[in-house]
Nanobody, 130 residues
Framework: QVQLVESGGGLVQAGGSLRLSCAAS????????VGWFRQAPGKEREFVAL????????DYADSVEGRFTISRDNAKNTVYLQMNSLKPEDTAVYSC???????????????????????WGQGTQVTVSS
């Protein structure tokens, strides 16, 4: 089992950039696919991006495609979300989740926040001012 801790959130002006980190404990982190999700006030948690066990496969929500980049460094047990050209509508609590179900691959259903991920982080706040 892994435990996840997000960091890197903050307040940024529209058009700016932030890089979020999702740090994992546990020796088997490289076995997990990892997703980023976000939840704005009064809204349901929504999918942002996914990455497979070795970074060779990624998936993005249409709303962030071309602006956000997910990556990972398994030697550091960390997954990153580089967010560029931020918009006020990107304001949310961002959380990462790790899943073993696909043996580290991205599988059907992982875009849903209800997918049975093995671990979730506590989240980090991102606020984009206009």
């Amino acid at each position: 089992q892994v435990q996840l801790v997000e960091s890197g959130g903050g307040l940024v002006q529209a058009g700016g950039s932030l890089r979020l980190s999702c740090a994992a404990s546990g020796r088997t982190f490289s076995n997990y696919a990892v997703g980023w999700f976000r939840q704005a006030p009064g809204k349901e948690r929504e999918f942002v991006a996914l990455i497979n066990w070795n970074g060779g496969s990624t998936d993005y929500a249409d709303s962030v495609e071309g602006r956000f980049t997910i990556s990972r460094d398994n030697a550091k047990n960390t997954v990153y979300l580089q967010m560029n050209s931020l918009k006020p509508e990107d304001t949310a609590v961002y959380s990462c989740a790790a899943g073993l179900g696909g043996l580290g691959s991205i599988v059907q259903g992982m875009r849903r926040a209800t997918y049975p991920y093995n671990a979730w982080g506590q989240g980090t706040q991102v606020t984009v001012s206009s």
